[in-house]
Nanobody, 122 residues
Framework: QVQLAESGGGLVQAGGSLRLSCAAS????????MGWFRQVPGKEREFVAA????????RYADSVKGRFTISREYAKNTVYLQMNSLKPEDTAVYYC???????????????WGQGTQVTVSS
């Protein structure tokens, strides 16, 4: 089975940038899509971005479009989320996840990381 490990979260001022990383380990066969979701207390998990196995297809939530970029580094089995122009409303726990194919629905993802906290201050 695949294990996912997020890193790169932290505290940043509004307008700043962070890059989240998600390293996948434990599987070498097959293709899959990877995505980023975020969640705040009392709210449902929200889709942020997704990328196909090839990296040629991406999806973004309207709230982050133009500010966030998802990418893959195949040699490291890692997906990244570059977050620019961060806003206080971006504050959340960010999770990476794996699906059989690219999807914007959390129901299609069957493997999840532990999450990493992103806090954006005014």
């Amino acid at each position: 089975q695949v294990q996912l490990a997020e890193s790169g979260g932290g505290l940043v001022q509004a307008g700043g940038s962070l890059r989240l990383s998600c390293a996948a380990s434990g599987r070498t066969f097959g293709t899959y899509g990877m995505g980023w979701f975020r969640q705040v207390p009392g709210k449902e998990r929200e889709f942020v971005a997704a990328i196909s196995w090839s990296g040629t297809s991406t999806r973004y939530a309207d709230s982050v479009k133009g500010r966030f970029t998802i990418s893959r580094e195949y040699a490291k089995n890692t997906v990244y989320l570059q977050m620019n122009s961060l806003k206080p409303e971006d504050t959340a726990v960010y999770y990476c996840a794996l699906a059989p194919y690219i999807s914007v629905s959390a129901r299609d993802y069957d493997t999840w990381g532990q999450g990493t906290q992103v806090t954006v201050s005014s």
